[in-house]
């Protein structure tokens, strides 16, 4: 005896590799499918629909078949309102609660489709009843006792974006993955495209920035960018405004004079240095103000009304004022930002690229930029519909970007 | 008109590259030397001793000449006190304060030397007025208003540690740097002989652990170690633990069967469940106890009181209960660990092991793997006397690792 | 006015993405299509049939449309001969020239499918115009006036292999790509299960090596598994060979004693007189025989009469009298090597392994090693139906998987 | 009983590190010493002297530590001709032959110095006995029956040159190593700098360029430098031309529009039809003169009289008439530019720079250029006196390198 449960699915469901997954998944699960009803768009403008009745040995294989399905925006022909149940108590999420993707999701309630709000991946979504019912993510810290949070498989459906398939467009170039072996320059060009483009449309570029930017020369030009307004906002660690503050106060980074590479032999107190001016200060804000600061990328920051956010982070030496140690609270910080952004620039750091890669929707467009390979990787990999990765050198990047930008102004 | 003071070197001073150093650094900063007497040790086991006389244009350039040499062991002719300055604030040190090396070093206070303790680099160093004096580091943050600060580069001298000539003991092979074209099961031999020794000294073996650890299958021998006493203490991150108690309650590791390479396809949320589940019972002595966890390196550290650390960071997914999510709190539970440790197995993370490493003084053993050279570079880099980096796939170096130390038993 | 032609699409078109892939290259390429035909099949087993009819603005764009859908496995619904034209010169090929795919190919000759011979990439086709007739795949450089070589795009059918759906047997687990996140010690011992299964099937097991092999203390396992017959033959470098002899010869590898890490110092001599005593002895073989080489790698080789290739480079020293010091003659060896084997080792060596894969067909299993997860993908990035990337330490890889092959006897 | 000779250090032995050196070579080799007169260097510019007595328990210990000794620049006070033994066969040479370093050497005969011509490392020394002695260098294979080759360790003295103190020169910045955490734009302009003062002394420039020059979009300004006289000569492989002249005749470097990031469908044809467009002329000369190739930076070596090295390998397509397809052919070729060359730039291939880097002696300046660090590491590890290397993306590099030196003139 097996059970069954009849699926749909809708749009560009060839083209767009779904209904190969789906395929796919039913096989790997072990289960088997039969195709009910399929009308496939007879042009490349039409949609296809296809509806399948999908079968396996139990309710549990079922599930986890219907389940992965979902997440692939295949959906039950016969949706059911979602189930809600209160958590029972902060932070503790109820049994077999639905943790998201990070695509477009709607919740079933009263037989409407409602829309997820701040989506992100790995949350739980919580429900508030009412007479306009509104449903949004909340990390599992963030639960508290009584939020009605969805289980199970019934009444959610996803969206994955489809990738346009236009590439004639200012964003058509991102959607390359990641290659070391691509024409740099007209890559950057490219990418400057795609911000100018962002701009226009009114939306927000977020830069997230490593300390090696600032290692490696780009300082500058990054400042100018965000002068100019082409970096709205910025998420980056402790270390990367020491550097860009010592660059500042001293002439140096770790220690080396970025113009004449000279390597003051006191340098390597410089760091410590800058850490100790700014503390006495009371922060950044007071240090640009009190005119200890006189330039470079915080300082722009702060001088055209830039929001930052320094995370904090266990390597860190000092740490300045400004710098949010918790990393909760960090990542509250970082995910509002997130939230907030249509562009994302993650500029030569990892890990603070990943912790703003965890709270992007699929749909926020990412460049990322690194000269190790295996980083671009593995930030490309999160599923967003719109991302460039470029394998190259971020202090000969930044300069031809701005150059590119604001040249062209 | 010149500024000139006398200064002293003693010890293998040759042998070591002291004198070379000591050579380079009064040639780079613009000053001139003359050897006023010199005697070389004739045979191999003898010291030598030489006394220079170093010019400087002024006294500022003397200072800073003055102040490199005495970071490479070479110190005044004629000591003077330190100059100690209070605090004139929490967390704001006096102008010009002594930042430290990671070498052992003394503060002349009273006309006698005293040993700085809880060496690392980066602090300011705090002494203790009284009839027995103490000199001690703290770091930035955690100045009191009022603390004596050892300021300027007087009364301080600093011993860099020796290499060991004599590369035929247990740890003779700890100078050698990275490389990936050295034997591996060699190494790793020698590295097995090394943590046994340190055993039998009856020191105390920290081991840093990144999630890749788990994900290559490296957990069940880690587990082994840890239950066995080969680690008496580890330091890892939020999502280290995670994978490895997802490994205990699903079987899988970033949602993948270890052992059958499967991929459950509804693996990818176990990651999710598993942070849920643990912090539903409060925590993971708690999961320990109440059964839901029975195996892996986090229960071997509950079930054999081995202190851990796990330290938050903004890439957490959670976190868990046990994770210290505030940047400098984890950072103090992770120097207390550190200053315990006599040797400091790195395996597969950058972040918490230059956390680690920044905590440790010159003279603790190190061992570095990591399958990126890269990584291995820049740990290594941090001027131990006894260091070794070993550039592997963690997956296989643990369980070889254990069957060396475990069969020997 | 728009010109048209008629294709079909059959089997797993759906699941294997050959459909997708030939709706993405119509769009890509600025054509259009309509489905005219659509049978899908209903139960997993069920193979699906398409009959579209593709439309373009001109014959050009026409042609290049359908040239990219027949390299997918979509083939003209109404097929005429392939079109041969004779070689003008010796390595010269006719204008428009056929250049193949690694894929398994027919040619439309006589109203009859001829399947290539000798399938590799990048080559001409040369059909033998007889009663039964033959075609097989000749290099631009071999090719001979007077050849007839396939032209244009007319008559000719690639069959790219489907990737198994099953992956449950001993070859499943070689379509998961690369990757380091994997579970090291499992991994290694699938691919001992498929070298078992390949021999037990009778088929060839080719290892191709680099240096490192020897460097990271491998050499040993490696000769074993030649000696018991898990490598049928090899493929390597003059480097290679060199070091691994130079172990046999002074015990060292680069200079270093892979045994006990010493670096005797006037080791790194020992590379450059090992050549110089294979020269003198006139070769290999001969110094296997005069009993100067008396284990190792090339010695099992030998001694065991598995085939070798050694093929040089501008980097080697020496070179060995083995060594084939002509590109192109090495080439030849290498290929004839290729074609024989059933399933191909690449050991830590992008140059090497790059050459082989140039010379395989899609047909072929393939396991990549290598600690550099740059060379790994690369190496993967060729079409292979079955293969499988390990990023590990070459010097735990061979024990490991030689523990597994020989225990188990 | 013990055996001993009687050693001599000059110059700036201790600055230089040479005789920390010594003493760390007779100590791991298990000998003593004790130091007969030493007279140091009072001030910075003067030169220091030391005589020591080298003891060992036997001969060949002795032997091997004064082999090791003068390597290091350690020469006996009482030296003695250089042993001279006919070489038995062609490629054979005499047991104990002495094997070069890479610094410049002298070979006593006839009791007079006589500096070795060519110096390269991994040679046989060959004297060519008359009234006027000239001794130079020969590769193993490159030795002929009867050639009187040096053997043993008497009667050589190495110069191993000292890296320049003053680091204000135009080559000053040459000793810093590998970094990617320099500004990159500083450092290409004194990369810049350095190739200009190599021009103005009458140098000449050679560069070693990989495939990823050309896919990375440098190739047009590459081109131009070789136009406009900056670089004198140029040594790449096959398939550095093939891409070059792909740009040429299609637009495309792997089938990829290099401007527009496009990628034709049928594009990665155009590889394998450039190869046989070119072998139909007859080779790169006759291709540029019928107007096939008319730009970039092959066409610019025809054009502008720059010899070039295309030098084969195994994973060449074609090859290209102009490729030598013979290792040692090719070594020939590329030994004959090396020690013409003044400046080396690698940029972006590891296989042509090791091969170019084995055959440059110790003084030629060295710039190595390439994304990835693990390659410049291992290419700034030859002991060149002034080298510098740089992480960056090519594409990036060549530019802003063309840029600074174009705009200046």
Redesign the interface.
């Known amino acids: 005896m097996t059970v069954s449960r009849e699926v749909e699915l809708e749009g560009h469901i060839?083209?767009?590799?779904m209904?190969?997954s789906c395929?796919?998944?039913?096989?790997?699960?072990g289960g088997?499918?039969?195709?009910q009803e399929?009308d496939?768009?007879?042009?490349?403008d039409e949609e296809s629909y296809a509806r399948m009745l999908v079968e396996a040995d139990d309710e549990d294989q079922l599930q986890?078949?219907v389940?992965?399905l979902h997440q692939h925006g295949v959906n039950p022909s016969d949706p059911k309102d979602a189930t809600l149940v209160p958590a029972p108590d902060d932070?503790?999420?109820p049994h077999g609660?639905y943790?998201t993707t990070n695509h477009p999701t709607y919740i079933r309630h009263d037989g409407e489709w409602v829309e997820v709000e701040d989506m992100e991946m790995?949350c739980a979504v919580v429900v508030e009843d009412s007479d306009s019912p509104r449903a949004y993510t909340k990390?599992?810290?963030a639960i508290e006792e009584g939020d009605l949070v969805v289980t199970d498989e019934t009444g959610i459906k996803v969206q994955p974006p489809e990738r346009p398939?236009d590439?004639s467009g200012a964003f058509g170039?991102m959607q390359?993955g990641v290659s070391?072996?691509?024409?740099?320059?007209?890559?950057?060009r490219?990418i400057a495209n795609a911000i100018e483009e962002t701009k226009k449309e009114g939306g927000k570029v977020m830069a997230v920035c490593g300390p090696?930017l600032i290692?490696?020369?780009?300082r500058e030009d990054l400042a100018r960018l965000v002068r100019e307004g082409y970096v709205d906002m910025l998420s980056a660690g402790n270390g990367f405004a020491v550097h860009d503050i010592e660059r500042d106060i001293y002439g140096t980074?770790?220690g080396?004079d970025?113009?004449?590479?000279?390597h003051p032999?006191?340098g390597h107190?410089h760091?410590?240095?800058t850490?100790?001016e700014v503390?006495?200060e009371g922060g950044i804000e007071e240090a640009v103000e009190s005119g200890t600061i006189e330039s470079g990328v915080m300082y722009e920051c702060i001088d055209n009304d830039r929001p930052f956010v320094l995370?904090?982070?266990?390597?860190?030496?000092?740490?300045l004022p400004d710098t949010i140690?918790?990393?909760?609270e960090?990542?509250n910080a970082?995910r509002e930002q997130a939230h907030e952004a249509d562009m994302v620039l993650m500029l030569s750091t990892l890990?603070?690229s990943?912790?703003v890669g965890?709270c992007l929707p699929s749909t926020t467009r990412v460049v990322c930029v690194d000269?190790?390979?295996?980083t671009v990787t593995q930030l490309l990999d999160r599923g967003s519909a719109q991302a460039v990765g470029m394998?190259?050198?971020i202090?000969?990047?930044v300069?031809?970007l701005a150059e590119q930008l604001l040249s062209e102004d």
Chains 1, 2, 3, 4 share one sequence.
């Open positions: 060839i083209d767009s590799g209904m190969q395929f796919g998944i039913i096989m790997d699960l088997s499918f039969s195709v399929f496939i768009g007879r042009h490349k986890s078949i389940h992965e932070q503790v999420v609660f943790s790995d990390v599992l810290n398939r590439s170039f390359g070391s072996e691509r024409p740099s320059e007209s890559t950057i490219k090696a290692h490696s020369g780009a980074s770790l080396m970025t113009e004449s590479l000279d032999r006191h107190k760091h410590i240095y850490i100790s503390i006495r995370a904090g982070s266990i390597r860190d030496d000092g740490p140690t918790d990393a909760v960090a990542q970082i890990l603070h990943v912790a965890n000269i190790n390979p295996a394998v190259t050198d202090g000969t990047f300069p031809i």
